[in-house]
Protein backbone atom coordinates (compact mmCIF):
# COMPACT_ATOMS: atom_id res chain seq x y z
CA UNK A 1 0.00 0.00 0.00
CA UNK A 2 1.43 3.41 -0.48
CA UNK A 3 4.66 3.84 -2.27
CA UNK A 4 6.82 1.30 -0.58
CA UNK A 5 9.68 3.72 0.58
CA UNK A 6 7.37 7.01 1.01
CA UNK A 7 7.29 6.81 5.06
CA UNK A 8 11.34 7.40 4.66
CA UNK A 9 11.15 9.80 1.71
CA UNK A 10 8.22 12.02 2.64
CA UNK A 11 8.16 13.69 6.46
CA UNK A 12 4.47 13.73 8.32
CA UNK A 13 2.09 16.90 7.38
CA UNK A 14 -0.64 17.53 9.02
CA UNK A 15 -3.52 20.41 8.41
CA UNK A 16 -2.11 23.39 10.04
CA UNK A 17 -3.98 24.97 12.58
CA UNK A 18 -4.33 28.61 12.79
CA UNK A 19 -2.73 30.79 15.91
CA UNK A 20 -4.10 30.28 19.27
CA UNK A 21 -4.28 33.94 19.76
CA UNK A 22 -6.02 34.54 16.32
CA UNK A 23 -8.70 31.50 16.81
CA UNK A 24 -10.46 32.58 19.87
CA UNK A 25 -11.34 35.76 17.98
CA UNK A 26 -14.37 33.40 16.19
CA UNK A 27 -16.51 30.29 16.39
CA UNK A 28 -14.97 28.08 13.17
CA UNK A 29 -12.96 25.59 12.52
CA UNK A 30 -9.14 26.75 12.81
CA UNK A 31 -7.58 23.60 10.43
CA UNK A 32 -6.30 24.37 6.97
CA UNK A 33 -6.54 21.60 4.39
CA UNK A 34 -3.21 20.29 2.97
CA UNK A 35 -3.27 20.36 -1.04
CA UNK A 36 -4.18 17.84 -3.00
CA UNK A 37 -0.85 17.22 -4.06
CA UNK A 38 0.99 17.54 -0.49
CA UNK A 39 -2.35 14.90 0.26
CA UNK A 40 -1.16 12.52 -1.68
CA UNK A 41 2.45 12.32 -0.51
CA UNK A 42 1.06 12.04 2.76
CA UNK A 43 -1.03 8.65 1.32
CA UNK A 44 2.20 7.63 -0.04
CA UNK A 45 3.53 7.16 3.16
CA UNK A 46 1.79 4.16 4.57
CA UNK A 47 4.31 1.87 4.50
CA UNK A 48 2.62 -1.59 3.24
CA UNK A 49 2.95 -3.35 6.86
CA UNK A 50 1.97 -6.77 7.33
CA UNK A 51 -0.19 -6.21 10.24
CA UNK A 52 -2.38 -2.85 9.59
CA UNK A 53 -2.99 -2.50 13.25
CA UNK A 54 -4.44 0.73 12.41
CA UNK A 55 -7.91 -0.74 11.21
CA UNK A 56 -7.82 -3.62 13.96
CA UNK A 57 -9.59 -1.69 16.57
CA UNK A 58 -8.95 -4.74 18.77
CA UNK A 59 -8.88 -3.64 22.74
CA UNK A 60 -5.15 -4.15 24.47
CA UNK A 61 -5.15 -3.77 27.74
CA UNK A 62 -8.57 -2.31 28.57
CA UNK A 63 -7.88 0.09 25.27
CA UNK A 64 -8.86 0.19 21.81
CA UNK A 65 -5.80 -0.05 19.35
CA UNK A 66 -6.46 0.87 15.75
CA UNK A 67 -10.12 1.73 14.38
CA UNK A 68 -13.31 0.34 16.03
CA UNK A 69 -15.27 0.47 12.28
CA UNK A 70 -12.16 -1.38 10.66
CA UNK A 71 -11.38 1.53 8.37
CA UNK A 72 -9.75 0.09 5.05
CA UNK A 73 -6.73 2.83 6.37
CA UNK A 74 -4.00 1.33 3.47
CA UNK A 75 -6.59 1.02 1.09
CA UNK A 76 -7.93 4.40 0.61
CA UNK A 77 -3.87 5.82 1.38
CA UNK A 78 -2.69 3.80 -1.24
CA UNK A 79 -6.04 5.10 -3.74
CA UNK A 80 -5.24 8.75 -2.65
CA UNK A 81 -1.55 7.91 -3.31
CA UNK A 82 -2.02 6.75 -7.09
CA UNK A 83 -4.71 9.96 -7.38
CA UNK A 84 -8.21 7.95 -7.56
CA UNK A 85 -9.99 9.74 -5.17
CA UNK A 86 -13.50 8.33 -5.92
CA UNK A 87 -12.62 5.09 -5.22
CA UNK A 88 -10.58 6.21 -2.06
CA UNK A 89 -14.39 7.66 -0.95
CA UNK A 90 -15.99 4.40 -2.09
CA UNK A 91 -13.81 2.30 0.64
CA UNK A 92 -13.87 5.12 3.06
CA UNK A 93 -17.80 4.90 3.05
CA UNK A 94 -17.74 0.92 2.62
CA UNK A 95 -17.28 1.07 6.98
CA UNK A 96 -17.72 4.61 7.72
CA UNK A 97 -20.91 6.16 7.51
CA UNK A 98 -19.93 9.32 8.30
CA UNK A 99 -16.42 9.87 7.70
CA UNK A 100 -17.37 13.78 7.68
CA UNK A 101 -18.15 13.76 11.20
CA UNK A 102 -15.19 11.55 12.03
CA UNK A 103 -12.82 13.63 10.19
CA UNK A 104 -13.02 16.43 12.36
CA UNK A 105 -13.84 14.73 16.12
CA UNK A 106 -12.01 11.33 16.39
CA UNK A 107 -9.05 11.29 18.18
CA UNK A 108 -7.66 9.10 15.53
CA UNK A 109 -7.08 5.94 16.95
CA UNK A 110 -5.68 4.55 13.75
CA UNK A 111 -2.86 6.97 13.87
CA UNK A 112 -1.84 6.04 17.19
CA UNK A 113 -1.92 2.34 16.27
CA UNK A 114 0.34 3.09 12.84
CA UNK A 115 3.50 1.48 12.42
CA UNK A 116 4.99 4.36 11.32
CA UNK A 117 4.43 5.74 14.97
CA UNK A 118 6.78 2.95 16.31
CA UNK A 119 9.96 4.38 15.37
CA UNK A 120 9.17 7.68 13.55
CA UNK A 121 5.76 9.89 12.58
CA UNK A 122 2.45 8.01 12.07
CA UNK A 123 0.96 8.41 8.61
CA UNK A 124 -1.53 11.61 8.70
CA UNK A 125 -4.70 9.14 8.42
CA UNK A 126 -7.43 11.68 9.67
CA UNK A 127 -6.71 14.24 7.47
CA UNK A 128 -6.31 12.15 4.43
CA UNK A 129 -9.47 10.69 5.69
CA UNK A 130 -11.12 14.73 5.79
CA UNK A 131 -9.76 14.90 2.41
CA UNK A 132 -11.49 12.00 1.02
CA UNK A 133 -14.55 13.31 1.69
CA UNK A 134 -15.23 16.64 1.34
CA UNK A 135 -12.96 15.99 -2.50
CA UNK A 136 -16.84 13.45 -2.53
CA UNK A 137 -19.05 16.12 -1.89
CA UNK A 138 -17.05 18.68 -4.18
CA UNK A 139 -17.15 15.85 -6.71
CA UNK A 140 -20.83 14.51 -6.30
CA UNK A 141 -19.78 11.43 -5.08
CA UNK A 142 -21.43 11.88 -1.79
CA UNK A 143 -25.07 12.96 -3.28
CA UNK A 144 -28.26 11.14 -1.87
CA UNK A 145 -28.49 7.88 -3.42
CA UNK A 146 -32.22 6.61 -2.52
CA UNK A 147 -32.87 2.87 -2.14
CA UNK A 148 -35.13 1.57 -4.67
CA UNK A 149 -36.89 -1.02 -2.93
CA UNK A 150 -38.73 -1.23 0.16
CA UNK A 151 -38.89 -4.06 2.38
CA UNK A 152 -42.86 -2.86 3.95
CA UNK A 153 -40.78 -2.94 7.69
CA UNK A 154 -40.99 0.24 9.48
CA UNK A 155 -38.39 1.47 12.60
CA UNK A 156 -38.31 3.92 15.07
CA UNK A 157 -35.03 5.27 16.59
CA UNK A 158 -35.20 7.44 19.05
CA UNK A 159 -32.08 10.08 19.46
CA UNK A 160 -30.49 11.31 16.69
CA UNK A 161 -26.43 11.49 18.10
CA UNK A 162 -24.05 9.41 15.77
CA UNK A 163 -25.45 6.09 16.92
CA UNK A 164 -29.12 6.80 16.06
CA UNK A 165 -27.85 8.17 12.59
CA UNK A 166 -25.60 5.38 12.01
CA UNK A 167 -28.74 2.90 12.54
CA UNK A 168 -30.69 5.33 10.36
CA UNK A 169 -28.54 5.04 7.77
CA UNK A 170 -27.83 0.93 7.48
CA UNK A 171 -31.74 0.08 7.98
CA UNK A 172 -32.42 2.65 5.62
CA UNK A 173 -29.71 1.25 3.26
CA UNK A 174 -31.81 -2.15 3.69
CA UNK A 175 -35.07 -1.00 2.08
CA UNK A 176 -36.87 -0.44 5.84
CA UNK A 177 -38.43 2.72 6.32
CA UNK A 178 -36.71 4.41 9.11
CA UNK A 179 -38.32 7.18 11.42
CA UNK A 180 -36.15 9.20 14.01
CA UNK A 181 -36.99 10.77 16.88
CA UNK A 182 -35.19 13.48 18.48
CA UNK A 183 -35.81 15.31 21.69
CA UNK A 184 -33.85 18.71 20.60
CA UNK A 185 -35.16 21.53 17.83
CA UNK A 186 -32.58 19.87 15.46
CA UNK A 187 -30.74 16.63 14.76
CA UNK A 188 -27.78 15.51 15.65
CA UNK A 189 -27.53 14.73 19.25
CA UNK A 190 -24.25 14.76 20.85
CA UNK A 191 -22.70 15.91 17.56
CA UNK A 192 -24.62 18.76 17.47
CA UNK A 193 -24.85 20.29 21.40
CA UNK A 194 -22.18 18.36 22.52
CA UNK A 195 -19.39 19.16 20.78
CA UNK A 196 -18.50 22.70 19.70
CA UNK A 197 -18.72 24.75 16.42
CA UNK A 198 -14.57 24.61 16.36
CA UNK A 199 -14.66 21.14 16.02
CA UNK A 200 -17.74 20.64 14.28
CA UNK A 201 -19.28 23.27 12.20
CA UNK A 202 -23.09 22.50 12.18
CA UNK A 203 -23.99 22.98 8.78
CA UNK A 204 -21.58 19.58 8.16
CA UNK A 205 -24.20 17.77 10.35
CA UNK A 206 -27.51 19.73 8.31
CA UNK A 207 -25.19 19.01 5.20
CA UNK A 208 -25.61 15.24 5.52
CA UNK A 209 -29.26 15.34 7.45
CA UNK A 210 -30.85 16.47 4.07
CA UNK A 211 -28.97 13.63 2.01
CA UNK A 212 -30.58 11.05 4.61
CA UNK A 213 -33.88 13.16 4.05
CA UNK A 214 -33.69 12.65 0.27
CA UNK A 215 -32.93 9.20 0.80
CA UNK A 216 -35.90 8.67 2.66
CA UNK A 217 -35.09 8.62 6.54
CA UNK A 218 -38.03 10.71 8.66
CA UNK A 219 -36.37 13.11 11.02
CA UNK A 220 -38.73 14.34 14.17
CA UNK A 221 -37.62 17.09 16.17
CA UNK A 222 -38.94 18.21 18.87
CA UNK A 223 -40.33 15.39 19.97
CA UNK A 224 -39.36 13.75 23.36
CA UNK A 225 -40.56 10.36 23.50
CA UNK A 226 -41.54 8.85 27.00
CA UNK A 227 -42.61 12.12 27.95
CA UNK A 228 -44.21 13.83 24.15
CA UNK A 229 -44.67 10.76 22.89
CA UNK A 230 -45.92 7.58 24.95
CA UNK A 231 -43.53 4.66 24.52
CA UNK A 232 -46.61 2.00 23.88
CA UNK A 233 -48.07 3.67 20.58
CA UNK A 234 -44.47 3.90 19.26
CA UNK A 235 -44.34 -0.07 19.31
CA UNK A 236 -47.54 0.08 18.29
CA UNK A 237 -46.39 2.01 15.29
CA UNK A 238 -43.60 0.62 14.56
CA UNK A 239 -42.70 -3.03 13.84
CA UNK A 240 -39.27 -2.34 15.67
CA UNK A 241 -37.31 0.29 18.03
CA UNK A 242 -33.99 1.33 18.87
CA UNK A 243 -33.14 3.54 21.85
CA UNK A 244 -30.09 5.77 20.92
CA UNK A 245 -30.20 8.32 23.59
CA UNK A 246 -27.06 8.71 24.10
CA UNK A 247 -25.21 8.87 28.21
CA UNK A 248 -27.13 11.97 29.01
CA UNK A 249 -26.79 11.94 32.83
CA UNK A 250 -24.14 14.57 33.75
CA UNK A 251 -22.30 13.05 37.22
CA UNK A 252 -22.76 15.88 39.40
CA UNK A 253 -20.21 17.35 42.32
CA UNK A 254 -21.40 17.01 45.69
CA UNK A 255 -19.82 19.57 47.87
CA UNK A 256 -21.18 21.74 50.33
CA UNK A 257 -22.23 25.51 48.42
CA UNK A 258 -23.23 23.63 45.42
CA UNK A 259 -26.49 25.37 45.07
CA UNK A 260 -24.62 29.04 44.32
CA UNK A 261 -25.75 30.55 41.56
CA UNK A 262 -22.95 30.18 38.59
CA UNK A 263 -22.49 26.58 38.56
CA UNK A 264 -23.33 24.44 35.02
CA UNK A 265 -23.16 21.26 33.59
CA UNK A 266 -20.83 21.30 30.67
CA UNK A 267 -22.94 20.35 28.55
CA UNK A 268 -25.59 23.09 29.50
CA UNK A 269 -22.86 25.78 29.31
CA UNK A 270 -21.33 24.09 25.52
CA UNK A 271 -25.16 23.39 24.11
CA UNK A 272 -26.06 27.30 25.22
CA UNK A 273 -23.68 28.61 23.18
CA UNK A 274 -24.38 26.41 20.41
CA UNK A 275 -27.66 27.78 20.24
CA UNK A 276 -27.11 31.23 20.44
CA UNK A 277 -24.48 31.42 17.71
CA UNK A 278 -27.17 29.85 15.01
CA UNK A 279 -29.80 32.05 16.30
CA UNK A 280 -27.68 35.57 15.87
CA UNK A 281 -25.75 34.18 12.07
CA UNK A 282 -22.49 33.04 14.12
CA UNK A 283 -22.41 35.81 16.84
CA UNK A 284 -22.47 35.82 20.32
CA UNK A 285 -25.62 38.42 21.58
CA UNK A 286 -25.24 39.58 25.35
CA UNK A 287 -28.25 37.62 27.41
CA UNK A 288 -28.78 34.18 24.98
CA UNK A 289 -25.92 32.16 26.44
CA UNK A 290 -24.06 31.27 29.47
CA UNK A 291 -21.75 34.11 29.29
CA UNK A 292 -17.95 33.25 30.58
CA UNK A 293 -16.99 36.78 29.87
CA UNK A 294 -14.69 38.93 32.06
CA UNK A 295 -15.33 36.16 34.35
CA UNK A 296 -12.87 33.66 36.67
CA UNK A 297 -13.98 30.09 35.30
CA UNK A 298 -12.85 26.51 36.44
CA UNK A 299 -13.53 23.96 34.94
CA UNK A 300 -13.93 20.13 37.00
CA UNK A 301 -12.99 17.25 34.37
CA UNK A 302 -9.67 16.84 32.65
CA UNK A 303 -11.65 15.06 29.24
CA UNK A 304 -12.06 16.50 26.22
CA UNK A 305 -15.36 17.99 27.23
CA UNK A 306 -13.65 19.99 29.75
CA UNK A 307 -11.02 21.10 26.81
CA UNK A 308 -14.80 22.52 25.05
CA UNK A 309 -15.71 24.15 27.75
CA UNK A 310 -11.78 26.17 27.74
CA UNK A 311 -11.79 26.71 24.42
CA UNK A 312 -15.63 28.14 24.89
CA UNK A 313 -14.47 29.93 27.44
CA UNK A 314 -11.46 31.34 25.94
CA UNK A 315 -13.57 32.29 23.15
CA UNK A 316 -16.64 34.67 25.50
CA UNK A 317 -13.48 36.48 26.57
CA UNK A 318 -12.61 34.65 29.97
CA UNK A 319 -10.74 36.77 32.59
CA UNK A 320 -9.33 33.38 33.57
CA UNK A 321 -9.35 29.64 33.37
CA UNK A 322 -8.89 26.85 35.79
CA UNK A 323 -8.92 23.31 34.68
CA UNK A 324 -9.37 20.65 37.61
CA UNK A 325 -8.11 17.04 37.20
CA UNK A 326 -8.46 14.46 39.72
CA UNK A 327 -5.92 11.83 38.39
CA UNK A 328 -1.81 12.68 38.38
CA UNK A 329 -0.99 14.13 34.95
CA UNK A 330 0.28 10.96 32.26
CA UNK A 331 3.90 11.25 31.14
CA UNK A 332 4.88 13.22 28.03
CA UNK A 333 6.59 10.18 26.47
CA UNK A 334 5.16 6.44 26.19
CA UNK A 335 5.96 4.61 29.62
CA UNK A 336 7.64 1.34 29.49
CA UNK A 337 4.45 -0.79 30.54
CA UNK A 338 2.62 1.17 27.54
CA UNK A 339 4.51 0.06 24.59
CA UNK A 340 3.07 0.49 20.80
CA UNK A 341 0.08 -0.80 19.86
CA UNK A 342 -1.27 0.33 23.02
CA UNK A 343 -3.25 3.45 23.17
CA UNK A 344 -0.32 6.12 24.42
CA UNK A 345 -0.99 6.61 27.79
CA UNK A 346 0.48 10.26 27.46
CA UNK A 347 -0.50 13.71 28.47
CA UNK A 348 -2.67 15.55 25.91
CA UNK A 349 -2.43 19.37 25.30
CA UNK A 350 -5.57 19.85 23.08
CA UNK A 351 -6.79 23.22 21.29
CA UNK A 352 -8.33 24.98 24.63
CA UNK A 353 -5.48 24.09 26.79
CA UNK A 354 -3.08 25.47 23.99
CA UNK A 355 -5.44 28.82 23.83
CA UNK A 356 -5.66 29.29 27.67
CA UNK A 357 -1.52 28.63 27.77
CA UNK A 358 -1.53 31.65 24.91
CA UNK A 359 -3.33 34.07 26.31
CA UNK A 360 -2.79 33.70 30.07
CA UNK A 361 1.46 32.47 30.00
CA UNK A 362 0.60 29.03 31.49
CA UNK A 363 -0.91 25.56 31.41
CA UNK A 364 -4.43 25.98 32.57
CA UNK A 365 -4.38 21.90 34.26
CA UNK A 366 -4.38 21.27 37.90
CA UNK A 367 -3.51 17.71 38.43
CA UNK A 368 -4.30 15.79 41.29
CA UNK A 369 -6.60 18.43 42.53
CA UNK A 370 -10.81 18.73 43.85
CA UNK A 371 -13.52 20.79 45.12
CA UNK A 372 -13.73 20.85 48.49
CA UNK A 373 -16.40 23.77 48.85
CA UNK A 374 -17.77 25.90 46.49
CA UNK A 375 -18.25 29.88 48.51
CA UNK A 376 -20.99 32.13 47.82
CA UNK A 377 -21.49 35.99 48.49
CA UNK A 378 -24.18 37.50 50.31
CA UNK A 379 -26.60 37.03 47.09
CA UNK A 380 -26.06 33.43 46.84
CA UNK A 381 -23.62 33.84 43.97
CA UNK A 382 -20.63 31.96 43.52
CA UNK A 383 -17.36 33.69 44.29
CA UNK A 384 -14.65 31.78 45.49
CA UNK A 385 -14.08 27.68 45.13
CA UNK A 386 -11.96 25.32 47.94
CA UNK A 387 -9.60 23.29 46.53
CA UNK A 388 -7.71 20.56 47.79
CA UNK A 389 -4.87 18.42 46.58
CA UNK A 390 -5.44 14.35 46.53
CA UNK A 391 -3.05 11.64 46.65
CA UNK A 392 -3.54 7.28 45.27
CA UNK A 393 -3.99 4.96 48.39
CA UNK A 394 -5.29 1.54 48.11
CA UNK A 395 -8.56 0.83 49.90
CA UNK A 396 -8.76 -1.60 52.25
CA UNK A 397 -11.88 -2.99 51.62
CA UNK A 398 -11.48 -3.31 47.62
CA UNK A 399 -7.78 -3.00 47.24
CA UNK A 400 -8.38 -0.60 44.39
CA UNK A 401 -6.61 2.82 44.33
CA UNK A 402 -8.51 5.67 45.15
CA UNK A 403 -7.90 9.72 45.06
CA UNK A 404 -8.14 10.86 48.51
CA UNK A 405 -7.59 14.26 50.24
CA UNK A 406 -4.30 15.22 51.52
CA UNK A 407 -4.82 17.01 54.58
CA UNK A 408 -3.93 20.37 55.39
CA UNK A 409 -3.12 21.23 51.42
CA UNK A 410 -6.93 23.45 51.04
CA UNK A 411 -6.53 26.56 48.92
CA UNK A 412 -9.10 28.70 47.66
CA UNK A 413 -9.17 30.37 44.13
CA UNK A 414 -11.64 33.23 43.00
CA UNK A 415 -14.03 31.66 41.02
CA UNK A 416 -17.22 33.35 39.02
CA UNK A 417 -18.61 30.54 36.78
CA UNK A 418 -17.76 26.39 37.75
CA UNK A 419 -18.46 23.95 34.74
CA UNK A 420 -18.66 20.36 35.72
CA UNK A 421 -17.17 18.23 33.00
CA UNK A 422 -17.03 14.96 35.32
CA UNK A 423 -18.77 12.68 32.76
CA UNK A 424 -21.59 11.28 32.12
CA UNK A 425 -23.36 8.60 34.64
CA UNK A 426 -25.79 6.45 31.81
CA UNK A 427 -29.01 6.99 30.49
CA UNK A 428 -31.98 8.88 31.47
CA UNK A 429 -34.32 6.74 33.62
CA UNK A 430 -37.92 8.27 32.42
CA UNK A 431 -36.93 6.72 29.08
CA UNK A 432 -35.92 3.19 29.94
CA UNK A 433 -38.69 3.23 32.22
CA UNK A 434 -41.48 4.30 29.51
CA UNK A 435 -39.68 0.98 27.21
CA UNK A 436 -39.87 -1.05 30.57
CA UNK A 437 -36.26 -2.02 29.89
CA UNK A 438 -33.48 -3.39 31.97
CA UNK A 439 -30.34 -1.24 32.63
CA UNK A 440 -27.38 -2.41 34.70
CA UNK A 441 -25.23 -0.99 37.27
CA UNK A 442 -24.09 1.44 35.58
CA UNK A 443 -27.57 2.75 34.37
CA UNK A 444 -26.57 1.31 30.61
CA UNK A 445 -29.38 -0.32 29.10
CA UNK A 446 -28.29 -4.03 29.56
CA UNK A 447 -28.00 -6.61 26.87
CA UNK A 448 -26.79 -10.04 26.27
CA UNK A 449 -22.74 -9.57 25.57
CA UNK A 450 -22.05 -8.36 22.01
CA UNK A 451 -25.45 -7.92 21.32
CA UNK A 452 -28.18 -4.89 21.15
CA UNK A 453 -31.92 -7.06 21.80
CA UNK A 454 -33.06 -5.72 25.39
CA UNK A 455 -35.05 -7.20 27.43
CA UNK A 456 -38.18 -6.60 25.52
CA UNK A 457 -39.47 -7.72 22.63
CA UNK A 458 -38.60 -5.65 19.62
CA UNK A 459 -36.77 -2.86 21.08
CA UNK A 460 -33.24 -2.54 20.58
CA UNK A 461 -30.28 -0.22 22.23
CA UNK A 462 -26.92 1.46 20.93
CA UNK A 463 -24.27 3.89 21.43
CA UNK A 464 -23.47 5.66 24.79
CA UNK A 465 -26.93 4.30 26.53
CA UNK A 466 -25.99 0.80 25.18
CA UNK A 467 -21.91 0.98 26.27
CA UNK A 468 -21.62 4.25 28.36
CA UNK A 469 -19.64 7.34 27.62
CA UNK A 470 -17.62 7.01 24.89
CA UNK A 471 -16.41 8.19 21.49
CA UNK A 472 -18.49 9.43 18.24
CA UNK A 473 -16.49 5.86 16.27
CA UNK A 474 -17.27 3.54 18.27
CA UNK A 475 -20.85 5.17 18.28
CA UNK A 476 -21.21 4.56 14.75
CA UNK A 477 -19.82 0.79 14.91
CA UNK A 478 -22.74 0.39 18.00
CA UNK A 479 -25.56 1.67 15.51
CA UNK A 480 -24.02 -0.27 12.35
CA UNK A 481 -23.71 -3.61 14.50
CA UNK A 482 -27.32 -3.16 16.15
CA UNK A 483 -28.81 -2.27 12.28
CA UNK A 484 -27.65 -5.56 11.05
CA UNK A 485 -28.73 -7.54 14.18
CA UNK A 486 -32.66 -5.58 13.92
CA UNK A 487 -32.39 -6.45 10.14
CA UNK A 488 -31.65 -10.18 11.16
CA UNK A 489 -34.93 -9.80 13.69
CA UNK A 490 -36.98 -8.53 10.99
CA UNK A 491 -35.92 -10.90 7.62
CA UNK A 492 -34.41 -13.58 9.11
CA UNK A 493 -31.09 -12.93 7.23
CA UNK A 494 -29.04 -10.09 6.57
CA UNK A 495 -27.19 -8.81 3.85
CA UNK A 496 -25.32 -6.20 5.61
CA UNK A 497 -21.44 -6.32 6.14
CA UNK A 498 -20.31 -4.25 9.27
CA UNK A 499 -17.10 -5.39 9.78
Known sequence: MGKPTGFMEYERQDKPAESPKERIKHFREFHTPLSKEEQERQGARCMACGVPFCQAGQMIMGMASGCPLHNLVPEWN????????EEAYYRLKKTNNFPEFTSRVCPALCEAAC????NGNAVSSKANEYSIIENAYEKGYAAARPVKVRTGKKVAVVG???????????LNRRGHSVTVFEREDKVGGLLRYGIPNMKLEKQYIDR????????GIIFVTNCNIGKDKKASSILKEFDRVVLCCGASHPRDIK??????????????FLKSTTKALWANDMKLVDGTYISAKGKHVIVIGGGDTGNDCIGTSMRHGAKSVLQVEMMPKAPDTRADNNPWPEWPKVCKTDYGQEEAAAVFGHDPRVYQTTVKEFIKDKEGNLCKVTLVKLEPKKDEKTGRMMMTEIPGTEYTVQADLVLIAAGFLGSEEYVTKAFGVEVNARTNVATPAGEYHTNVERVFTAGDMHRGQSLVVWAIREGREAAQEIDVSLMGYTNMNVQ
Open 208 to 215: KVNIMEEE
Open 160 to 170: SGPSGLAVADM
Open 255 to 268: APGRDAKGIYFAVD
Open 78 to 85: DLIYHGNW
Open 115 to 118: TCGL
